[in-house]
């Protein structure tokens, strides 16, 4: 069988579409993928030398009338060109789709040529490619089951399998990973995620915060900073001395993970899902420029108690100050927090997302 998986270009979009290609491969051995990617997510870095790959010419594409967005547009019209050729050549029986403006010419012509067709959406709040798209499919997979209800189609057409995440990610003995940083066991220890798109705000505050404490000596810090700010965060420790290892680029992240007792991140699809497998109760404050996303993976997590969500403009010193104190003080919250996790957490999702794939052949 051959299955064309297509994908935008950011990780978010990556790394479920890698770990689905793997399933696949687990369930139906022989099956031959290729993986449809945008250009520029090239800028990434995610190291794909283990699967096929094609890439296209399309990029982001604004509601604005410039330059830039005709220049965009004569792309997204070449990559539809560059899209039909990979149709034509591969000769898929299925085409899956992780959503994204990417991913749109080919599922098109997919429909076009009467090929089965699946999408998965990340996040609850679908984005407008993917809302467009499953009125079209044959199957649309989702990660929350709230998702149903921001899409206006037939129930019967939505399988809820979760997100599939990075195989490398596994639970570590919380003693062996704080090991691993050479970290104190009797120490609250936060994962403290400031270095993605916008996320620097949270190094400020977190910073700004951490210096007014009142008992700092029962915190312990792993803060991925970002590589734009990694030396000057790690000054900044010093001077209000509070035990860190601090990170420009960290990808172990499954140690980072087992280490912590509670993370303060943002909330995109990725994050959201490695905190519900991990079990990690959560400060978060959404990301202003995907606030509709991010504040909807948000209040799942916040409705099921496992985190405490502070809006971006509301994100200062003394807010946060306040809530690490809560923490500090009362560990046994943390600790019931967890427990708001029992009925988030779909490990096999990878694995659902292939049947669900799979069994397009049989309709």
Known sequence: MKILVVA??????????????????????GTETLLVLASRSIKTGIVLDKYKVRYISISGISRSIDISNLIALGKFLKG????????????????VGFGGLDCIPCLFFAWLFRIKTLIHEQNVLPGRANRLLAKFVDRV???????????????????VTGNPLRRQLKQIDQARALDFFGLDKDKLTLLVMG?????????????????????????????????????AIKQAYNKIRITARVFGFFTDMEQAYSASDLVISRSGATTVTELIFFGKPAIIS????????????????????????IKDAELDKDVLRQTLELFINNPAEIEAMRSGFRDLAKPDAASLLAE????????
């Open 141 to 159: 997979a989702v990660s929350f089951s709230e998702t149903k209800d921001y899409l206006n189609i037939n129930p019967g057409k939505i399988v």
């Open 80 to 95: 539809t060109w560059e899209s039909l050729k990979i149709i034509v050549e591969f000769k898929p029986e299925i085409v």
């Open 356 to 363: 669900a794939a799979l069994s397009l052949e049989l309709q």
């Open 286 to 309: 959404p990301y202003p420029y995907a606030y509709s996303h991010q504040l909807e993976n948000a209040r799942i997590l916040k409705e099921k108690g496992c985190a405490v969500v």
């Open 8 to 29: 935008g270009a950011s990780g978010g979009h990556i790394f479920p579409a890698a770990s689905f290609i793997c399933a696949l491969q687990d369930k139906q051995e």
């Open 195 to 231: 270095g993605s798109q916008g996320s620097q705000h949270i190094n400020t505050e977190f910073l700004r915060a951490a210096a007014l404490l009142k008992d700092a000596s029962k915190l312990q810090v792993i803060h991925l900073t970002g590589t734009g700010s990694c030396a």
